[in-house]
């Protein structure tokens, strides 16, 4: 099953990668999906049970699932949320019970990932904080990214995001177990 999550991340991500270089009208189901009201998977998934979680912030929706499978498979229970406002909105109703934040640089919305990242280390200065962005956008990492934070490039391995939830974990060794 993972290995099926890997090649359908790794076609999502050029798929999307070549809509947005050509915008192409036989890229239109890619457009639609972006602004799409319901997630593919079903309804909201919102982990409100109490158990700490991880805070995904992606507004694709066809990737959110695939993020959300990976890390089920390694023991880590999820919020997933399209845009910044709405995780500001979960990530203060529920405290400090997120293990890390994991976000798209850029989201629908007047919050991109850079702010969301900061506005929520204000609040828990020791959040771990995964970005996740085309190549284009890495290069402003280490202006615009928080501070321990990890950045990973599309397209890359669902084993690589664990991997860097399990580096900040070692780096703040009371924040994330799975």
Same mark, same amino acid.
């Given at each position: !099953? ?11 991500? /050029? ?6 270089? *050509?915008?192409?009208? $036989? ?13 593919? $998977?079903?309804?909201?998934?919102? *982990? !409100? ?7 995904? &912030? ?7 699932? %695939?993020?959300? !499978? ?6 880590? $229970? ?11 909105? %979960?990530?203060?109703? /529920? ?8 976000? #798209? ?11 969301? +990242?900061?506005? !929520? ?7 771990? &904080? %995964?970005?996740?962005?085309?190549? +284009? #956008? ?11 934070? %990890? ?10 995001? &664990?991997?860097?939830?399990? $580096?900040?974990? +070692? ?6 177990? +799975?």
């Amino acid at each position: !099953m993972l290995e099926l999550a890997r090649n359908f991340l790794e076609w999502l991500f /050029r798929f999307h990668a070549v809509c947005r270089e *050509n915008a192409k009208p $036989t890229c239109w189901i890619a457009r639609e999906l972006e602004h799409a009201p319901l997630r593919i $998977t079903g309804q909201q998934k919102a *982990n !409100m049970s109490g158990q700490p979680s991880i805070l995904i &912030v992606e507004d694709e929706y066809l990737l959110q699932g %695939v993020l959300e !499978m990976a890390l089920a498979q390694a023991g880590f $229970t999820s919020d997933i949320l399209a845009s910044g406002e709405e995780a500001i909105t %979960v990530f203060i109703a /529920r405290g400090k019970n997120h293990k890390a934040l994991v976000t #798209d640089v850029y989201l629908g919305g007047k919050l991109n990932g850079w702010d969301l +990242a900061r506005r !929520m280390r204000e609040k828990d200065p020791n959040l771990p &904080v %995964v970005y996740i962005t085309s190549g +284009a #956008d890495a290069a402003l990492w280490k202006s615009q990214g928080v501070p321990n934070s %990890v950045l990973l490039e599309k397209p890359f391995q669902p084993e690589r995001l &664990v991997a860097a939830l399990m $580096t900040l974990r +070692a780096a703040d060794d009371s924040s994330i177990t +799975a």
